[in-house]
């Protein structure tokens, strides 16, 4: 199982506010994206979610920013689950500068389970719940 999920890219130039470093926005973005395609890659993905009738909508994000990013910097963009509740995650981020491990920012976000039909929380299916493991604050990167 990804426990840790790594994700490597460059910044791009539109990444970029007017301050000329990584907007704040684009991390969030960055944060669902990663969020995805670690899900994607454990089989939780979209055709199993319609099929249970459930999806994850974020009830919160917090992001300590660190250092600033740069276009044409490389990250390593670090990200696992750190608790599963009846009907909500907690996910944390981590973004690393390659050359020098420098860390740029912390994040989580707080993500809750609901059904597609009434937007409500629900529980968590087992089949969904088995496919993630927890990673303990001891063994975060």
């Not at 944060?31 to 899900?39: G, I, T, Y």
């Amino acid at each position: 199982m990804l426990k840790i999920f790594h994700h490597q890219f460059t910044v791009p130039e539109e990444a970029l506010d007017e301050n000329g470093h990584v907007n704040n926005v684009v991390y969030v973005q960055w944060m669902q994206d990663v969020a995805l395609e670690h899900s994607n890659a454990l089989g939780c993905n979209s055709d199993l979610y319609r099929k249970l009738g459930t999806l994850w909508v974020a009830r919160s994000h917090y992001i300590e920013y660190r250092s600033p990013a740069f276009a044409g910097d490389r990250i390593d963009l670090l990200t696992w689950v750190s608790d599963l509740k009846r009907s909500s995650s907690l996910r944390k981020y981590k973004w690393l500068r390659t050359r020098d491990q420098k860390v740029l920012a912390q994040a989580e976000t707080k993500w809750v389970y609901v059904s597609a039909k009434t937007g409500r929380p629900c529980t968590i299916h087992d089949e969904v719940m088995n496919l993630f493991s927890i990673v303990s604050v001891d063994d975060e990167p």
